[in-house]
């Protein structure tokens, strides 16, 4: 065989491992600057946080039916059978929490399998490439620094405690 094997010459292999090196540098600049694993870990600490408060809040509005259901059984007036079909919607509409919380646990899931591949990624570019992604300066922000109100997650949620104390109260 000559210089040229597959019709590919040297330079044009050289241009294309070149190309690749330098496909390569950006992509790890850009998982640097995203720091992907600090993200996700937030989205998937954000989203249980959606279903445990749509959970709590749905068995608020559950026990508070079931106390005015309880009620009309115990009543006498006119519009009690339509008040209680009311309260049987209440209690067929409050299923929504588990339709979410199955479809946001796929989320999640899904989530978890994507940091697992970038880790798997990040791990082939060496502990180097994990150091410089943990010093990387200006990433960006796509944790809760990013928020400039909201809820927190209940570990982070400042206290009663924490705002009497401000306010100089015991």
């Not at 950006?26 to 640097?32: D, G």
């Amino acid at each position: 065989m000559g210089p040229r094997e597959n019709g590919a010459s040297v330079a044009d292999l050289y241009k294309e491992v070149s190309e690749l090196a330098t496909f390569i540098t950006r992509a790890k600049a850009e998982i640097a600057g995203m720091r992907p694993n600090e993200a996700i870990g937030s989205a998937t600490d954000e989203l249980d946080a959606i279903v445990q408060s749509t959970e709590e809040a749905t068995n608020a509005i559950l026990d508070a039916a079931e106390r005015v259901d309880a009620k009309i059984g115990a009543s006498q007036f006119a519009e009690k059978d339509a008040v209680s079909a009311d309260v049987v919607v209440i209690f067929e509409a409050c299923n929504f929490q588990d339709l979410t919380g199955q479809r946001i646990a796929k989320v999640v899931k899904l989530l978890k399998h994507i940091e697992g591949r970038v880790d798997a990624l990040v791990a082939l570019f060496g502990p180097e490439f994990r150091a410089e992604i943990a010093l990387a300066d200006g990433g960006v922000a796509l944790g809760e620094d990013a928020l400039l109100n909201g809820p927190q997650l209940p570990s982070k949620a400042t206290t009663q405690d924490d705002i009497d104390a401000l306010f100089g109260r015991d």
